[in-house]
């Protein structure tokens, strides 16, 4: 699973992977401080089943904290986006081809309207974000497009010649832009456009089937930074009504809460809407009112400074994915070495029984012989749809051990 960071210079993409991965990425207010990407691992939430089981469990591809089990996602943080940047300008393609195995993306906006579309400042709160998420959309589309079209005529042309499907032929060439038979499938209907007639697609009929291809492989989640600002307050109440999906954020707070956290300072759990100072002694007189700032501009106007509740609803919500927990004894919830609950894995809606034990081994799924729900302890079939929060094992010919 890896999740893009893009967004204009500035707009606090770096501030947002530090925040939400506690790395230490270099940070700064001038354009392209990032010009590498960035690699991180986040944590999304999911209520763990050992309170429902009454069990003490033994996480190994993830953690448990009191209850919420905390699953790892990658976090890819990559070089701002300006204007043309599909043509190559700024740090152009490069920074998009970074972008091409990322499965969703989350746009960080700058909702104080402080910096232009460079990420160069202007007048405090002149700059209007809706500018910001207009014209980033419009570049990836252009982007894929520009890949997409290169070789059109000439896939269409082979379909007609060699009477194989443009939609074969197409899902080959885009396979390595992570989009997928079923996106353009998707796509078409979205825009009711017949994928055998794409050889006589117009211009226009070809960049809104781009452009749902975008927003189907690359969904995205708008999150709304630097509400810390005193002038983000009127943007985020615009751009909310506007994009009803949209979390305000701050990034910068969530780091510095997290950081105390971390040297047990302070009781924060990510994603909470308050902390509990535990060691006053060892805070400054300025971190004592950075704390106030963030619980009365931040915590108690917003509800929370919004990155974990951008991560959960990436992978919960847009990407719809769904956690399940594969056990291999179903009377003591563990596996062969008796490990409690010791996995959790994310997987799409509609995932069978049988699909999930591929994922978890070849063998299994070759194998495959039935599965057993771990509550009722009843048989299930190769293509029952998996729920979120099932507890499943799956009996296989081929064992693991
Ligand atoms: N007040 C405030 N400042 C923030 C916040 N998040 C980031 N910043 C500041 O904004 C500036 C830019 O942050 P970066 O994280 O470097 O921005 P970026 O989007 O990675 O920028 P590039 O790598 O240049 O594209 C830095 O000075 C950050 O400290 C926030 O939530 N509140
Ligand atoms: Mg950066």
Known sequence: MLIGIVGKPSAGKSQFLNAACMTSVKTADYPFTTIEPNLGTAYVRHKCLCKELNVKDNPRNSICINGTRLIPISL???????????KGRGLGNKFLDDL?????????????GSLDDEGRPVDAGSWDPVKDIEFLE?????WLLQIIKRDWSKLSRTAVMCKKSFLDILSERVAGLGITKSHILSACNR?????????????????????QLRNLSKPMVLALNKIDKPTAKNHVDKLIKIFPNAIPVCALAEYFLRQLAEKNIIKYIPGGGEFNIL???????????????????ILEVYGSTGVQQVLDKVVFEVLGLIAVYPVEDVKNYCDHNNLVLPDVYLVPKGTTARQLAYMIHTDLGDGFIYAVDGRTKQRLAENYELKNGDLIKIVSAKSLK
Do not use: C, Q
């Not at 091409?100 to 104080?112: C, E, G, K, Q």
């Not at 419009?138 to 252009?142: C, D, Q, R, S």
């Not at 825009?191 to 452009?211: G, L, P, Q, T």
């Open 76 to 86: 890819l943080d990559v070089a701002g986006l300006v204007p043309d940047a599909w």
């Open 100 to 112: 091409r195995r990322a499965d969703a993306l989350i746009h960080v906006v700058d909702a104080s």
């Open 138 to 142: 419009k570049e990836i589309t252009m």
């Open 191 to 211: 825009i009711r456009i017949n994928i055998d007639k794409a050889d006589k697609w117009s211009e226009e009929e070809i960049y809104r089937f781009v452009d």
């Open 279 to 297: 060691k006053p002694e060892v805070l400054s007189e300025n971190d004592k009112k950075i704390l106030e700032r963030i619980k009365t501009d």
